[in-house]
T-cell receptor, first 112, second 112 residues
Framework: GDSVTQMEGPVTLSEEAFLTINCTYTATGYPSLFWYVQYPGEGLQLLLK?????DKGSNKGFEATYRKETTSFHLEKGSVQVSDSAVYFCALRGIGNEKLTFGTGTRLTIIP | ETGVTQSPTHLIKTRGQQVTLRCSSQSGHNTVSWYQQALGQGPQFIFQ???????GRGNFPPRFSGLQFPNYSSELNVNALELDDSALYLCASSLASTYEQYFGPGTRLTVT
């Protein structure tokens, strides 16, 4: 079945550092790929998405590229801020599938 | 435009009891999905309702059941509560089955 493997956390960075959170997936065909963010005490918010190979999703300075050859969708940001502190989830939805399959999440803490 | 809302925010129940969680979908959305998020884990798909019919189910026992009403709001019912049912329950609504899902803030259920 479908699965998502995320870089284990927690991750602690200084403000303005470069961020990478690794995500790889297992699925048949070409699933849609997502990054969700969960701030303390809140539900999930869609951060970015990509629906086909080589697509780049981007939002709020975050980027991720759909790499079919390596089955990866790594999240990157060039300069993180304290306000980026949250838990980040990589997820996929298989073709014609109604459900999202999530990774276990990566807790990110940015220190000033 | 009102987003996805869930009630109650927090709930404490005793093992063996029954619980009902509620979700109001975003305006114009006819599909509701429910997820269980255990502490430190990613959300796990419970089931989805599309136009008042169950449209897919994850690996959850039959004591997890649901309803969707004509206004597309939804309920999640859990019978014979177990300690392992303690989790954050997330509801997500979407325009249709495989469209982008918008999440509510969740209901935190504690079973003692």
């Amino acid at each position: 079945g479908d699965s998502v493997t995320q870089m284990e956390g927690p991750v602690t960075l200084s403000e303005e550092a470069f961020l990478t959170i690794n995500c790889t997936y297992t699925a048949t065909g070409y699933p849609s790929l997502f990054w969700y963010v969960q701030y303390p005490g809140e539900g999930l918010q869609l951060l970015l998405k990509a629906t086909k190979a080589d697509d780049k999703g981007s939002n709020k300075g975050f980027e991720a590229t759909y790499r079919k050859e390596t089955t990866s969708f790594h999240l990157e940001k060039g300069s993180v801020q304290v306000s980026d502190s949250a838990v980040y989830f990589c997820a996929l939805r298989g073709i014609g599938n109604e459900k999202l399959t999530f990774g276990t999440g990566t807790r990110l803490t940015i220190i000033p | 435009e009102t987003g996805v809302t869930q009630s109650p925010t927090h709930l404490i129940k005793t093992r063996g009891q029954q619980v009902t969680l509620r979700c109001s979908s975003q305006s114009g959305h006819n599909t509701v999905s429910w997820y269980q998020q255990a502490l430190g884990q990613g959300p796990q798909f419970i089931f989805q309702y599309y136009r008042e019919e169950e449209n897919g189910r994850g690996n959850f026992p039959p004591r997890f059941s649901g309803l969707q009403f004509p206004n597309y709001s939804s309920e999640l019912n859990v019978n014979a509560l177990e300690l392992d049912d303690s989790a954050l329950y997330l509801c997500a609504s979407s325009l249709a089955s495989t469209y982008e899902q918008y999440f509510g803030p969740g209901t935190r259920l504690t079973v003692t």
